[in-house]
């Protein structure tokens, strides 16, 4: 079955010429001094229809899926993963907010689609990361709102974001054979450039993943009305869980798109360094690296190819989603490695790109679920679950 489709081609060198002329001279200028995406640049990706690509055409969005979507990821991360990611601000959260009313979802995507609502997700907390059922972030019915106070963690783009999406723990009964009940979610709105009132933030500071902030938040009676709950009061785990393949092959996507940026840069360094009268990229060393570099890449593409086919086509592939992170985000980390080598002492400077590459990368390994998760994961559908 052809996968490249005429159509996708387009889409993909579409997304590559914008990553080319205007994500990756933006990177390579603000990475360094860790400054933010500018708005100008939303802007253009809204009117490329980028925060749509999943959103049904009746609401404006392009009405495109998984393939599409990790193809124009997988490219804005060749430029910069903070770009690549921030596709899933709009597309990421259509799961998630596909359980309001019909009007509601009249009103909001198609502004989501424009990039006037974008939202940031509000999950982890300080001692509930791989272990999400260990919430206890609560909220309590007071009237007809509901009060939210405790600590959440790894909020990114909270403070530009129009929305935030929270999960809180809204049965104080936690039943140990079943912590994941009881917890809610709640769509809160905000103003961009501000956190709802009730909220006090404090900037996590990465080693990487710049262009945009990264949140500890503290809720500390944050009152929302009744109609921020989104779903069912108690059943905000399963909507966590809802478009994990989805969100798992978009980080493959983003993992292969900063190797494919590693494997670029360090092929046009190999030509253009000289050493002992040659250019590096006559040594063996050198060539034999490039070559497995690109093996890798290619490798972990199509592996994330043939599980955006099965999405696309409604096939499960929880296991097989869990197999295309892991490998890509490993694979990154190791090819932007050798990169990064290649590069030699310039490589450990922010002259080039060669070090952000492999800074974010070594994310892709965390986020989305660990490495570690995934193994467990992909274990499980071998072997049978653990005993308890």
Not at 52 to 74: M, Q
Not at 133 to 154: F, L, M, Q, S
Not at 324 to 341: D, I, N, R, Y
Request: charged share 25%; aromatic share 8%.
């Amino acid at each position: 079955m052809q996968t490249l489709t005429e159509e996708r081609k387009l889409i993909k060198e579409s997304a590559r010429d914008f990553t080319m002329k205007r994500v990756l001279p933006l990177a390579n200028k603000l990475d360094p001094e860790k400054g933010a995406i500018p708005r100008e640049l939303v802007e253009e990706m809204a009117e490329l229809g980028y925060f749509g690509i999943l959103i049904p055409e009746e609401y404006g969005g392009l009405g495109l899926g998984a393939f599409e979507y990790c193809l124009v990821a997988e490219e804005l991360s060749r430029g910069w993963m903070s770009v690549g990611s921030l596709i899933a601000r709009g597309n990421g959260l259509l799961g998630t907010l596909d359980v309001l009313p019909p009007q509601r979802k009249a009103e909001l995507l198609p502004r989501m689609v424009q990039g006037e609502y974008l939202g940031a997700f509000s999950l982890s907390e300080p001692n509930a990361g791989s272990d999400v059922a260990n919430i206890t972030c609560r909220a309590v019915p007071v009237g007809d709102e509901w009060e939210i106070t405790g600590a959440k963690y790894w909020c990114t783009f909270a403070d530009q974001a129009d929305f935030l999406v929270v999960f809180a723990r809204t049965d104080p009964k936690v039943d140990p054979a079943a912590r994941h009940r009881g917890i809610t979610a709640f769509l809160i709105d905000k103003p961009r450039g501000r956190l709802p009132e009730g909220v006090q933030g404090s900037v996590i500071p990465k080693i990487g993943y710049h262009g945009w902030t990264t949140w500890e938040l503290a809720f500390d009676r944050c009152r929302v009305p009744a109609s921020a709950v989104l779903g069912e009061v108690g059943k905000g785990f399963y909507l966590a869980s809802t478009g994990l393949e989805t969100a798992r092959a978009h980080t493959a996507a983003r993992a292969i798109g900063l190797a494919q940026g590693a494997l670029e840069d360090a092929l046009k360094y190999a030509q253009e360094r000289q050493q002992f009268g040659q250019p590096i990229g006559h040594f063996q060393a050198i060539r034999f690296k490039l070559a497995e570099m690109a093996t890798q890449v290619e490798a972990a593409r199509s592996l994330m190819y043939a599980v955006c086919q099965k999405i696309d086509h409604g096939v499960r592939c929880d296991t097989e989603a869990a197999m295309a992170k892991l490998f890509a985000s490993e694979m990154s980390e190791h090819v932007t490695s050798e990169g990064l080598q290649i590069h030699g002492g310039a490589g450990y400077t922010t002259h080039f790109a060669a070090e952000r590459y492999w800074r974010d990368a070594r994310l892709t390994k965390i986020f989305e679920g660990t490495s570690e998760i995934q193994k467990r994961i992909i274990s499980d559908a071998l072997l049978g679950k653990m005993p308890k």
